[in-house]
T-cell receptor, first 109, second 115 residues
Framework: DQQVKQNSPSLSVQEGRISILNCDYT??????FLWYKKYPAEGPTFLIS?????DKNEDGRFTVFLNKSAKHLSLHIVPSQPGDSAVYFC????????FGAGTRLTVKP | DAGVIQSPRHEVTEMGQEVTLRCKPI?????LFWYRQTMMRGLELLIY????????DSGMPEDRFSAKMPNASFSTLKIQPSEPRDSAVYFC?????????????FGEGSRLTVL
């Protein structure tokens, strides 16, 4: 069963605009959430995380928002840059770490 | 410092053959994870170990799959016999603490093609 869901397989935005990637989870035992970025032929790399006791975490152009009551988190990238084009995976942790299916972001110049 | 090291990077084999994928975690990391990436399901957790002990193998698809971690610096994922539907990229990842928080560090993956 898919405990972590990313319902948008792809997203295309213009350079300089905001990118919003969404993620939903079903298991209320998850209490730590992460976003990973993946380029072709490489392993995923860590981008940003958030603990369940927070609702927002910001790191430069990247901000993750967590809505525990809705079991929803999102990643905002602003401003988006062409180098941000990659597959983004949402992950949730409760000892084991579960990932979503990924969203392919394309940032057009 | 060396990252997570996986081998082989690419494997092409015929249906029915045994496949062994290898992983060396980052030194000092005591949690190790095996994932499979497919287009449909993204990154699926197959199994993970804490301190060389398997904790959750509920993601292992069938008895054809097995994983071992004989020591803190080595793990294998074996498929016997392999089938075409096993074709995917298999990732190994490690983490410093056996805790909820903490990022995973991934290897570059092993791309398996079963003909």
């Amino acid at each position: 069963d898919q405990q972590v869901k990313q319902n948008s397989p792809s997203l295309s935005v213009q350079e300089g605009r905001i990118s919003i990637l969404n993620c939903d989870y079903t298991n209320s035992m998850f209490d730590y959430f992460l976003w990973y970025k993946k380029y072709p032929a490489e392993g995923p790399t860590f981008l940003i995380s958030i603990s369940s006791i927070k609702d927002k975490n910001e790191d430069g152009r990247f901000t993750v928002f967590l809505n525990k009551s809705a079991k929803h988190l999102s990643l905002h990238i602003v401003p988006s840059q062409p180098g941000d084009s990659a597959v983004y995976f949402c992950a949730a942790s409760a000892m084991g770490m579960r990932f979503g299916a990924g969203t392919r972001l394309t940032v057009k110049p | 410092d060396a990252g997570v090291i996986q081998s082989p990077r690419h494997e092409v084999t015929e249906m029915g053959q045994e496949v062994t994928l290898r992983c060396k975690p980052i030194s000092g990391h005591n949690s190790l994870f095996w994932y499979r990436q497919t287009m449909m399901r993204g990154l699926e957790l197959l199994i993970y170990f804490n301190n060389n002990v398997p904790i959750d193998d509920s993601g292992m698809p069938e008895d054809r799959f097995s994983a071992k971690m004989p020591n803190a610096s080595f793990s294998t994922l074996k498929i016997q016999p392999s089938e075409p539907r096993d074709s995917a990229v298999y990732f190994c990842a490690s983490r410093r603490q056996a805790e909820v928080a903490g990022e995973l560090f991934f290897g570059e993956g092993s791309r398996l093609t079963v003909l």
